[in-house]
T-cell receptor
Framework: DAGITQSPRHKVTETGTPVTLRCHQT?????MYWYRQDPGHGLRLIHY???????DKGEVSDGYSVSRSKTEDFLLTLESATSSQTSVYFC???????????FGQGTRLTVV | DAKTTQPNSMESNEEEPVHLPCNHS???????IHWYRQLPSQGPEYVIH???SNVNNRMASLAIAEDRKSSTLILHRATLRDAAVYYC?????????????FGTGTRLTIIP
């Protein structure tokens, strides 16, 4: 199995509080991705990174920011969490654009 | 981005072969056809990918049409564990096409 770890695995937070989710990899892959998954919507891309300090927006980036200060870590931050951001978040890594991607086990975030 | 079209759902009997179709009529010459699946409560996992020729691995076979506008994922002998959502996506192996986006996939139900 690819070395990709998401933390925390579960989190409950209050509306208006900041939240940071972490994706950590040990594969030295260049590309990293954050997704959210909600019933009826499938996997939606939030942000992705194509290198250290190189990031770009995905389909549903409003309300989210990311940072990648080193190859192995990709952080997803909700500056002020809202109930609409209650979801399951997945991280993925990929060595290059055409190769297979590996996914983490997901983080279930509940905003109350 | 080139799009793919898959049926929303399919059913198959246990221990029988399953053919999951995918249409990608706007595929470009460099796009690889990737298949992933997502088991309940898990992150997606890679199944198989190919460019032009049919491909086989321990999980499945991928049959690609001669004009590459469609493909079929073949599970040779379905088990209950194969019940999942199957995603067909296109990936171009060149920089500038780093996004990894998913459609809603095909939900496969295996009937015991």
């Amino acid at each position: 199995d690819a070395g990709i770890t998401q933390s925390p695995r579960h989190k409950v937070t209050e509306t208006g509080t900041p939240v940071t989710l972490r994706c950590h990899q040990t594969e030295n892959h260049r590309y990293m991705y954050w997704y959210r998954q909600d019933p009826g919507h499938g996997l939606r891309l939030i942000h992705y990174s194509y290198g250290v300090k190189d990031t770009d927006k995905g389909e549903v980036s409003d309300g989210y920011s990311v940072s990648r200060s080193k190859t192995e870590d990709f952080l997803l931050t909700l500056e002020s969490a809202t109930s609409s951001q209650t979801s399951v978040y997945f991280c993925a890594i990929s060595e290059s654009p055409g190769t297979q991607a590996f996914f983490g086990q997901g983080t279930r975030l509940t905003v109350v | 981005d080139a799009k793919t079209t898959q049926p929303n759902s399919m059913e198959s009997n246990e221990e029988e072969p399953v053919h999951l179709p995918c249409n990608h009529s706007t595929i470009s010459g460099t796009d690889y056809i990737h298949w992933y699946r997502q088991l309940p409560s898990q992150g997606p996992e890679y199944v198989i990918h190919g460019l032009t020729s049919n491909v086989n691995n321990r999980m499945a076979s991928l049959a690609i049409a001669e004009d590459r506008k469609s493909s079929t994922l073949i599970l040779h002998r379905a088990t209950l564990r194969d019940a999942a959502v199957y995603y067909c996506i296109l990936r171009a192996p060149n920089f500038g096409n780093e996004k990894l986006t998913f459609g809603t996939g095909t939900r496969l139900t295996i009937i015991p």
